[in-house]
């Protein structure tokens, strides 16, 4: 069964995008498909399918299993695939859409290997990097890629401008001062844009870590559900001042720890 949207077409198993890119691989030559996927393609191309992968899912990195909602059709309710991931996207583009990568992507996929190039020399001469931070090490020392590092490829989009950002809080940051407050009831009211916000492991609620308008960190734990999935949410609060500290794996940063945390 197949229910025809907006844009795409969807089935429990597929969609086809924009209602003609069906990146369904089995069409295609089995042999064909592995001897090209092990052979690998040049990195600037699997990058760039990876930025036009990325818009197709409307600028959000899906996972292996694909996202999957329920959707009204003429037959009621169904449980379809929403979108697939953006690994899988990526394969298709390679092996039959490479028209879809534009000089526009390839420019940015140099653009983004030219900023990972340079982050990662350090990272390398650290001898401290993580399994994924590895992966992309490989990648970048690679001519061509093959289908063990498509995954890897597909979140590097994401990657760039997660880091990117958090490059830009950290700049923001850097004058980052200890909060203090000269009112007798102990109160300070402040403007926040939430950076994280993570349910805690011991306790109902939420860790939130956030900067201020004048670029001062703070952090916080609260119960309140309007900080469920609040990051790049702004507020304006009033709280109370629990202690001063620096921000977690960040020790020349200066943070604020708040407590009695509401909403005004």
Same mark, same amino acid.
């Given at each position: *069964?197949?229910?025809?949207g907006e844009k ?5 198993n +597929? ?8 990146f369904?691989m089995?069409v295609?030559?089995y ?6 996927? /092990?052979?690998?393609? &040049? /990195? %600037?191309? !699997?990058l ?8 197709f899912? %409307?600028?959000?990195?899906?996972k ?6 329920? =959707?009204?059709?003429e ?8 979108k697939?991931?953006?690994k ?8 039959m859409?490479p028209?879809l @990568?534009e000089d526009?992507?390839?420019q ?6 030219k ?6 020399m350090f990272?390398? *001469?650290?001898d +401290? *990097?993580?399994?994924? %931070?590895?992966?992309i090490?490989? !990648?970048?020392?690679?001519?061509k890629?093959g289908k ?8 590097? &989009? #994401?990657?760039?401008v /997660?880091k990117?950002?958090?490059?830009t809080i950290?700049?923001?940051s850097?004058?980052s =001062? ?5 009112? &007798? ?5 402040? +403007?926040i ?5 993570n &349910?805690s492991? *011991?306790?109902p ?5 956030a900067?201020?308008?004048k +670029? ?9 559900? %309007?900080?469920r999935?609040? =990051?790049?949410?702004?507020?304006k @609060?009033?709280?109370?001042i ?7 794996k #960040? ?14």
């Amino acid at each position: *069964m197949t229910h025809k949207g907006e844009k795409h077409i969807y089935s429990e198993n +597929n969609v086809i995008y924009f209602g003609k890119y069906n990146f369904d691989m089995s069409v295609l030559d089995y042999k064909e498909v592995n001897a090209l996927n /092990k052979e690998g393609f &040049p /990195k %600037e191309q !699997v990058l760039a399918a990876s930025i036009v992968a990325t818009e197709f899912n %409307e600028n959000e990195y899906v996972k292996a299993s694909g996202k999957h909602e329920f =959707q009204d059709t003429e037959h009621g309710s169904r449980y379809f695939i929403s979108k697939l991931a953006n690994k899988a996207i990526v394969e298709g583009i390679l092996h039959m859409y490479p028209h879809l @990568i534009e000089d526009k992507h390839i420019q940015a996929a140099r653009n983004i290997l030219k900023e990972l190039e340079v982050d990662f020399m350090f990272k390398i *001469m650290s001898d +401290n *990097m993580s399994e994924f %931070e590895g992966s992309i090490a490989s !990648v970048l020392a690679s001519d061509k890629i093959g289908k063990q590092y498509y995954g890897v490829c597909a979140y590097l &989009p #994401q990657y760039a401008v /997660k880091k990117a950002l958090e490059k830009t809080i950290t700049d923001k940051s850097e004058a980052s =001062q200890h909060l203090t407050t000269t009112r &007798p009831d102990g109160k300070i009211f402040l +403007n926040i844009e939430v950076l994280r916000s993570n &349910p805690s492991q *011991m306790y109902p609620g939420y860790n939130v870590s956030a900067i201020t308008d004048k +670029n001062h960190r703070v952090s916080f734990f609260t119960s309140k559900e %309007e900080f469920r999935n609040a =990051q790049g949410k702004t507020f304006k @609060i009033v709280s109370k001042i629990k202690s001063h500290g620096t921000v977690w794996k #960040q020790d020349h940063i200066n943070e604020t720890r708040l407590n009695y945390v509401k909403i005004i």
